[in-house]
T-cell receptor, first 114, second 115 residues
Framework: AQSVTQLGSHVSVSEGALVLLRCNYS??????LFWYVQYPNQGLQLLLK??????LVKGINGFEAEFKKSETSFHLTKPSAHMSDAAEYFC????????????FGKGTTLSVSS | EAQVTQNPRYLITVTGKKLTVTCSQN?????MSWYRQDPGLGLRQIYY???????DKGDVPEGYKVSRKEKRNFPLILESPSPNQTSLYFC??????????????FGAGSRLTVL
């Protein structure tokens, strides 16, 4: 069985500050891990994914995430927040077999103030 | 442009009036899925389809039906909508095999209100 826990339903930062969105996973098999972003009134789009190559994964818009097996974590970071980063972020996990179900966390809303 | 298209984007209806939300993808994906998104609950899978004529229940299938007669289309049917089905619905698709496996492409969403 697999599950994802996103710590903090809301995170607020100032423009230019570090963004840290937390995700912990549980999986009985080696996982694939994903971060998706949802901008207001839009569908979800893929930010980045971990598929067992490098543990530090770089995504779009300056975001990156590090897979830490010992901590079962896949936290999302960005060194300097921009107003346009305000959105809802979802962490997701799946098994490595092609076509297995994608399990989503409950989401974290990021607010960025000027 | 590769995309998943849902219609309608917004719909207000009344209890018991059957409705269908259409979903179409142009990427020749085998796998398609429907999710509902509710505040504080994230995305929950309603139904999914591994290929034409192959569908299966997700986590919250009650009150919904689907069909997959063609590879590109995967409509979501609410035979008798109730207020607890007021939600934001997303259709998604992905490759079943290969490098794109497990990466979902989402539609823009359909916001449904049942009065």
């Amino acid at each position: 069985a697999q599950s994802v826990t996103q710590l903090g339903s809301h995170v607020s930062v100032s423009e230019g500050a570090l963004v840290l969105l937390r995700c912990n996973y549980s999986s009985s098999v080696p996982p694939y891990l994903f971060w998706y972003v949802q901008y207001p009134n839009q569908g979800l789009q893929l930010l980045l994914k971990y598929t067992s190559a490098a543990t530090l994964v770089k995504g779009i818009n300056g975001f990156e995430a590090e897979f830490k097996k010992s901590e079962t974590s896949f936290h999302l970071t960005k060194p300097s927040a921009h107003m346009s980063d305000a959105a809802e972020y979802f962490c997701a996990v799946s098994g490595r077999q092609a076509g297995t179900a994608l399990i989503f966390g409950k989401g974290t809303t990021l607010s960025v103030s000027s | 442009e590769a995309q998943v298209t849902q219609n309608p984007r917004y719909l207000i209806t009344v209890t018991g009036k059957k409705l269908t939300v259409t979903c179409s993808q142009n990427m020749n994906h085998e796998y398609m899925s429907w999710y509902r998104q509710d505040p504080g609950l994230g995305l929950r899978q309603i139904y999914y389809s591994m290929n034409v004529e192959v569908t299966d229940k997700g986590d919250v299938p009650e009150g919904y039906k689907v069909s997959r007669k063609e590879k590109r289309n995967f409509p979501l049917i609410l035979e008798s909508p109730s207020p607890n089905q007021t939600s934001l619905y997303f259709c998604a698709s992905r490759d079943h095999l290969g490098a794109g496996a497990n990466v979902l492409t989402f539609g823009a969403g359909s916001r449904l209100t049942v009065l």
